[in-house]
């Protein structure tokens, strides 16, 4: 299986470009007036984004869902550039490791002198279902103007304990509650149309040891 | 005969010792009511019974129906007839109610080798048990206690309970957090399942619930333990003199 991917630039008149996501380092110019829209799901290789908010109210938007197994050491690399000032961009990042899998995930935002009005977002949140597996996370806030809005966020961990009990207490067995709690978790970030890639991977990798 | 069987039950959190030595009998068609202190080991004692792995059963044993719970998984005990209505209902954002109780039934089901039930006949059950506890279709499209008052959360507990029909039913503080027509609503509910092979064991701090749902046994704990067992008018003394005789 391949990373599956979606890439789409959103002018105001609609689909400007629709791209598919190559190896190496994707740049990305978004012009004024447009939106830059990804969703991407990480299976089996590394991302890196460098995305230029280069036009007056130019947005970019980006959802990853990445899953990470066995002994794969795979990095996402994110730099957004808000070079023009009114420029917004937001990253969501959600993804489950398990096994040996390790995820390397680095975050740049950079507001230059000039980028004023600016909003600047990355959240990540990793949940772990094995102990030998594990996220690295590296966010890099580079902030030179003054009147701009930024923040990076980060939380890994294993499932809720507590909502695991809840499903098991209510005679749902443990590996059928926990696919039921990582697809509420992924659920805001994830097209219906991956469905079937992420039942998929759940039936291979979850397991009662956790 | 007795349907659940608590010897000398030993469970601790972390280092802490909160059960010790604790024994009760439950037989069958029994309601039981435990009323104590906080902090006095009730809901411990719930979810050792139900299986939850934060707490270690350092020695005792526990039966239902003659098998050995403590050898089972939260879910066979479960499957098995053992339902546990929590304290605190844990919100599960992004599960649809509906999705979960059918997953829940379905798993039951399973379990007792009978077939799922199809869709038609699911709902029906559902909107029949929803009605009888006052839950509304608004509240069933929501993900599982999610966004819920204290109260909601407590009826649907009950609301679940009646209809995945278990044998032995625990209901932790179910009254906490309910109004007085809600209290009215979810003791009937309970009522209405009492049956002569069906017990109870209902954790509460006031006597009033026991007005509604009247019970065979009141037995107070205090650190870990019953210290003494009566009848309800055990309820309507302490109400009177409080626990500072058992300190
Ligand atoms: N998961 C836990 N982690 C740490 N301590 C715990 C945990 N669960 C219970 N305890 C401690 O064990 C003791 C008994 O708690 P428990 O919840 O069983 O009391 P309770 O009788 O149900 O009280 P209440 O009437 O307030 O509900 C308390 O001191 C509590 O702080
Ligand atoms: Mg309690």
């Not at chain 2, 107070?220 to 055990?234: F, H, P, Y």
């Amino acid at each position: 299986m391949k990373a599956i991917n979606n890439l789409c630039l959103m002018g105001m008149n609609g689909v400007l470009a629709d791209t598919p996501l190559k190896e190496g380092v994707n740049e990305i110019i978004v012009p004024e007036n447009t939106l830059f829209e990804a969703k991407i799901l990480h299976i089996f290789s590394d991302i890196s984004l460098k995305i230029l908010l280069v036009g007056d109210r130019s947005k970019c938007d980006v959802k990853i869902v990445y899953l990470c197994n066995k002994n794969n050491n795979y990095n996402i690399n994110i730099e957004v550039i808000h070079e023009h000032k009114n420029t917004l961009s937001n990253h969501q990042i959600k993804g489950v490791l398990t096994d040996n899998a390790k995820m390397v995930l680095n975050g740049v935002i950079r507001m230059p002198k000039d980028s004023q009005k600016c909003e600047g977002f990355l959240n990540h949140r990793g949940v772990l279902l094995s102990e030998n597996a594990s996220v690295k996370v590296t966010p890099e806030l580079e902030i030179f103007a003054d009147d701009v809005k930024c923040s990076h966020g980060s939380a890994i961990g294993a499932l809720d304990e507590n909502q695991l009990f809840y499903l098991l207490a209510r005679g749902i067995d443990k590996i059928t509650a926990q696919k039921i709690l990582l697809k509420a978790y992924l659920s805001d970030l994830l097209p219906d149309v991956w469905d079937e890639y992420i039942d998929d991977w759940m039936a291979k990798n979850v397991s009662t040891h956790v | 005969m007795a349907l659940l069987e608590i010897k000398n039950l030993c469970a601790r959190v972390g280092e802490k010792e909160i059960l010790k030595n604790f024994s009760l009998t439950i037989n069958e068609g029994e309601i039981h009511a435990i009323m104590g202190p906080n902090g006095s080991g009730k809901s411990t004692l719930s979810n050792v019974i139900a299986g939850h792995p934060a707490y270690e059963v350092t020695s005792g044993e526990i039966y239902f129906k003659g098998l050995n719970v403590l050898e089972m998984t939260p879910d066979e005990r479960a499957n098995s007839g053992i339902f546990l209505a929590f304290q605190y209902p844990t919100e599960l954002p992004g599960v649809g109610t509906a999705l979960f109780l059918k997953t829940a039934m379905n798993a039951k089901l399973k379990f007792l080798g009978k077939p799922e039930l199809d869709a038609v006949t699911f709902m029906k059950k559902l909107k029949v048990r929803a009605n009888a506890l006052g839950i509304t279709d608004e509240m069933l499209k929501r993900p599982v206690n999610v966004g819920f008052s204290g109260g909601e959360k407590k009826k649907m507990e009950t609301f679940q309970m009646a209809f995945l029909e278990p044998d032995f039913c625990i209901l932790d503080e179910m009254d906490s957090g309910l109004d007085i027509d809600a209290l009215r609503v979810v003791s009937t509910g309970v009522n209405v399942m009492r049956e002569p092979k069906r017990s109870f064991l209902i954790i509460t701090h006031y006597q009033r619930l026991l007005d509604y749902i009247e019970p065979d046994y009141v037995h107070i704990m205090v650190d870990g333990r019953i210290v003494e067992s009566g009848d309800k008018n055990l309820a309507l003394k302490l109400e009177e003199k409080g626990y500072e005789s058992y300190k």
